[in-house]
Each structure stands twice: as C-alpha cells, then as structure tokens.
C-alpha cells in the first residue's frame, strides 16, 4: 500500500523493473558500451562474415548504456555487413495446453485455448521468455523470421533469408529447420550470458539419435481458410541434461569463453558441438 491505495500490476511491475536495473547498476563496476561490448566479441573469436546464433540475458551483462539496442549494434558490429546475426523467436505459449507446467491451467480451459489462441503471425507475434535482446532482434529492421509456430528464429544479414526459408510443421529444431540451415553454413553458437540450458542446437543432435522419440505438438496456426488449430508429430525435445552435454562438451576445449561486458560468454561451432551431442545422448539417453 502507497498513500493508502494499492498498487495496479502495471505500476508494481515497473516497480520491480526499476529495483532489478538498481540492482544491476549497483553490482556493475562502470557502464557497458556498444564499443566495448563489438571489442570483447571479436576477442572472443565472433569473425566478420560468419553466422552466428545467439542466445542471451541482457541483465547478465552488467548496466548496458543503451540496453538491448547497443547490444545487437554490438553484435552486428562484430559480425560486419556480410555477417548474419540468428536468435530464438520461439512461442512456446501457442502449444497445447495439456502440455504447460508453468504454469498449468485447468483442464476445462483447454478447449478454449485450443479454440481462440491468436494464430501464429511472424511479423506480430512477440517471442516468450528469450530476453529482450532477441525479441528487440525480432523486429529490428529488416530481420526476416521463419513461419514456425512455436520454435521460430529470427535472422538479420545476408543469409536470413537462407537461414529461415522452409521451417517445416514436423521440424521445430530439425532437418528442416534453421538450426540444420546453420549448420549447412559452418556457423557459430554464442551464449552471451546463459548456460548450456539455453543451448538450442543441442535439439537438433536430439533428431540425429538413432531413433529419436516423437510426441504430438499443437498450435494455432493461420492458412487460406484462416485460422485453425493445427496438430503434428516431432522429436522430443527435452534439454533437462544440456547442462551436463555442455559441460562435457567444454571440457574438449572446443569451446571458447571469455568476458563480454560483466558476464561471461562461451562461443562454438555448431558442427562440432553437434556432432559431439550425438555422441553424447547416444551413450547418456537410454530407454
């Protein structure tokens, strides 16, 4: 209670936005730049040319001046007018409710769900709990975003077209989806701030398993006869053990780590953290 009114949810939000920036400057030595920020990346081996995925926490970085803008300036800086820059722009909240556990909703709210859940829409659709640097990627000018309806990625550069063209229905995070279209370009995975956990790539080694396991996916979805429910089959996708498939995988020295503004930053190539999961959930993921 303020002066004897209770706060709306707006205001107590913007509240805890201000308290969690305090707490950021406070434990921040001095401001990060974008200058600062392209310097570190190129240290850390992101080459000029390349593509490179990315995965990110803005508040792992320390006070950014500029925020998430001066964050990708920073990364296309790195990465040059012939670079392409590639983020997660999935929608996990566009699924079947039968499946959420964070929250869960109750059973007799699932056929209104499935009924009137907005249909996926590439240019509209806000991506959910990626962090703002991927959602300002989303829509800075001129990113292109692949048609999935929950497990889309969003691209900017000359191979965003290339990267996000033919995401199929059956294949979130497989064969026909960008992270294999990554992979065809010899690009790079960087995780700016986060964990294995994160990792997205390690979900394409999950469809090169032998015999990958599959369950049923749902989404709205819009088509020529407008929106509709529609269901399909995929691989699991399950990164309960990608920390441990990180860690292992870090521990071949294929992984470089290096700080980026006041976090830490671990860059790879796909191709060979992808090779190396297969090998790695082969052996680890029984039954």
Not at 3 to 10: I, P, Q
Not at 129 to 142: D, H, K, Q, S, Y
Not at 183 to 204: F, K, P, Q
Not at 246 to 260: L, N, Q, Y
């Amino acid at each position: 209670m303020i002066g004897g009114s209770r706060l709306s949810s707006a205001a107590l939000a913007a509240c805890r936005a201000v308290s969690g920036e305090r707490d950021i400057v406070g434990a921040s030595a001095a401001p990060t730049t974008r200058e600062q920020l392209a310097r570190e990346l190129g240290a850390l081996g992101v080459r000029p040319g390349s593509v490179v995925l990315v995965h990110s926490s803005l508040s792992a970085l320390g006070w950014v001046c500029g925020g998430a803008q001066a964050v990708v300036h920073a990364l296309l800086d790195a990465l040059g007018p012939e670079g392409t820059l590639v983020v997660p722009a999935h929608t996990t909240d566009n699924s079947d409710p039968a499946g959420w556990g964070r929250p869960p909703v109750p059973e007799d709210w699932w056929p209104v769900i499935r009924g009137h859940m907005p249909a996926f829409d590439p240019l509209r659709t806000p991506a959910r709990g990626l962090g703002v640097i991927a959602e300002f990627t989303r829509t800075w000018p001129g990113a292109v975003r692949s048609a999935h309806p929950q497990d889309s990625f969003a691209a900017i550069g000359p191979q965003a077209e290339t990267v996000t063209a033919r995401h199929a229905l059956e294949s979130g995070l497989g064969e026909r989806s960008p992270l294999a279209r990554i992979h065809d370009l010899e690009g790079d995975v960087l995780l700016l701030g986060v964990g294995h956990g994160a990792n997205t790539s390690m979900h394409l080694a999950e469809h090169r398993v032998p015999a990958p396991k599959h369950e049923a996916y749902g989404a709205a979805v819009a088509g020529p006869e407008g929106r509709r429910w529609a269901t399909w089959e995929d691989v699991v996708a399950d990164e309960s053990d990608f920390p441990a498939l990180g860690a292992a995988f870090d521990a071949t020295g294929k992984t470089r780590t290096g700080p980026v503004g006041a976090g830490h930053a671990r860059l790879m190539g796909q191709r060979e953290l992808v090779a190396f999961a297969v090998g790695w959930l082969t052996e680890h993921r029984r039954g």
